[in-house]
C-alpha cells in the first residue's frame, strides 16, 4: 500500500517563502508529483520529480530524496493568489496516489 | 487545446436514488481516472483506464459503483443506489502516454446525497 504525509495548513505573507514537505510510504516508487487546487476547482499539475534533486519552474522549486522518502515543495515570492490547497502524489507502477493536502494561506 | 470536459457540474440526488458522471477526456490522451475527493481530503483513485481496458479499480465499490469507457474515449461512471457518503466532488482526468505522472483534470461534478 501508499501513504503520504503532508502538514494539513501551512500561513505565510506576502513576498515570502515557504516550504510544503511530503514524507511517503509505497511498496512501488518511480516519483513524486505536486498539484495546486483552488477552493471550488480542479487540481492543477504543478511539477514531477523522478529522480534525487531540485527541480525548478518560475517561482516553484520541487525536491526529492529518494533514500529518505521525501520531498518537498518550494513557493517563492508568495503572492495572493498562491492561496489554495497543495497536494503530493506518489507515482506506482501504474497509478497516482495523492496524498491528504496542504492548505496554503497567504496574508498581505 | 480543449480540457476535459465533464458534466453534470452539480447534482443532488436522495439516498437509493442512481446518478450517472459523463467524461470526455483531451484528445489523444489513452489513460483516463476517475477521482472521488470528499470534502478537506485528497482525490482517491476509483477506477483508471488504458484505452477501453480496466487497469486498476481496486478502490471502486463494485457492489454499487460502475463504469464503462466505450471506444476509448469518453467515459461514464454511474452509482446505484447511492448512499449518503457519496456525496463528494468526483473528478475525471486524462493522461498523455508519455507524461502519466501529469494528469489533467475536469472541473468535476459535485454530488450531493441528501
Known amino acids: 500500500g501508499q501513504s503520504l504525509e503532508q502538514p494539513s495548513e501551512v500561513t505565510a505573507v506576502e513576498g515570502a517563502i515557504v516550504q510544503i514537505n511530503c514524507t511517503y510510504q509505497?511498496?512501488?516508487?518511480?516519483?513524486l508529483s505536486w498539484y495546486q487546487q483552488h477552493d471550488g476547482g480542479a487540481p492543477t499539475f504543478l511539477s514531477y520529480?523522478?529522480?534525487?534533486g531540485l527541480e525548478e519552474t518560475g517561482r516553484f522549486s520541487s525536491f526529492l530524496s529518494r533514500s529518505d522518502s521525501y520531498g518537498y515543495l518550494l513557493l517563492q515570492e508568495l503572492q495572493m493568489k498562491d492561496s489554495a490547497s497543495y497536494f503530493c502524489?506518489?507515482?506506482?507502477?501504474?497509478?497516482?496516489?495523492f496524498g491528504t493536502g496542504t492548505r496554503l494561506l497567504v496574508s498581505p | 487545446e480543449a480540457g476535459v470536459a465533464q458534466s453534470p457540474r452539480y447534482k443532488i440526488i436522495e439516498k437509493r436514488q442512481s446518478v450517472a458522471f459523463w467524461c470526455n477526456p483531451i484528445s489523444g490522451h489513452a489513460t483516463l481516472y476517475w477521482y472521488q475527493q470528499i470534502l478537506g481530503q485528497g482525490p482517491k483513485l476509483l477506477i483508471q483506464f488504458q484505452n477501453n481496458g480496466v487497469v486498476d479499480d481496486s478502490q471502486l465499490p463494485k457492489d454499487r459503483f460502475s463504469a464503462e469507457r466505450l471506444k476509448g474515449v469518453d467515459s461514464t461512471l454511474k452509482i446505484q443506489p447511492a448512499k449518503l457518503e457519496d456525496s463528494a466532488v468526483y473528478l475525471c482526468?486524462?493522461?498523455?502516454?508519455?507524461?502519466?505522472?501529469?494528469?489533467?483534470f475536469g472541473s468535476g461534478t459535485q454530488l450531493s446525497v441528501l
Open positions: 509505497t511498496s512501488g516508487f518511480y516519483g
Open positions: 482526468a486524462s493522461s498523455p502516454d508519455r507524461a502519466r505522472e501529469k494528469l489533467f
Open positions: 520529480n523522478a529522480l534525487d
Open positions: 502524489a506518489v507515482k506506482g507502477f501504474q497509478k497516482l496516489v
